[in-house]
């Protein structure tokens, strides 16, 4: 069965609503990534690019596990960064998250772990609050901004998703 879609809240406080937004545009991702019988689709597909962009769904999937452990552990928890990240020579290749070579199951399972950790964060803090961490240019950032941000990096990602699962087998919809 593929991922369930349970749409965002009508009503509710900032927290529940946005949350509820962010929850709808990860199991959105995550239904681009299967077959119509909920199984996962083949790793070749899911690296399969739309030229001219060299974009895809497996690299799209570690990108957004990448920015989820980014935002969460290293800016607002003001962690040291995380493996596969910490190793990652990004002087080599600023796209690395986009170009991982573990395998999909890996990725998936990951992005799942670090969706759900975020949202935990978000829901058990304070929005006011800010971040540990400061950005290169010396900002640091709300949990509010943050949640916001998200919204803005999943959505971009879903329009282009969109585009590469109608490549793979003529896939359209949620």
């Given at each position: ?32 990534l ?9 790793e ?64 998936i ?66």
């Open positions: 069965m593929k991922t369930p879609l349970v749409d965002p809240p009508l009503t509710g406080n900032e927290k529940e609503v946005v949350l509820g937004y962010i929850a709808f545009q990860q199991d959105v991702f995550l239904r681009k299967q077959a119509s019988d909920g199984s996962w689709l083949a070749g597909s899911l690296s399969r690019a739309l030229p001219p962009s060299s974009m895809t769904l497996k690299g799209m999937a570690a990108h957004l596990w990448f920015v989820e452990d980014y935002w969460r552990d290293y800016i607002l928890l003001g962690n040291p960064e995380m493996e596969p990240w910490a190793s990652t020579d990004w002087n080599l290749d600023p796209d690395a998250d986009w170009h991982s070579t573990l395998p999909i199951e890996i990725i399972k990951e992005l799942k772990l670090s969706t759900n950790k975020t949202r935990e964060l978000l829901q058990g803090t304070d929005w006011d609050d800010v971040s540990k961490r400061a950005n290169g240019e010396g900002n640091h950032f709300s949990y509010r901004w943050v949640a916001l941000h998200l919204i803005e990096e999943w959505g971009r990602h879903l329009g282009h998703a969109d585009l590469l699962r109608e490549n793979i087998d003529g896939e359209t919809g949620d």
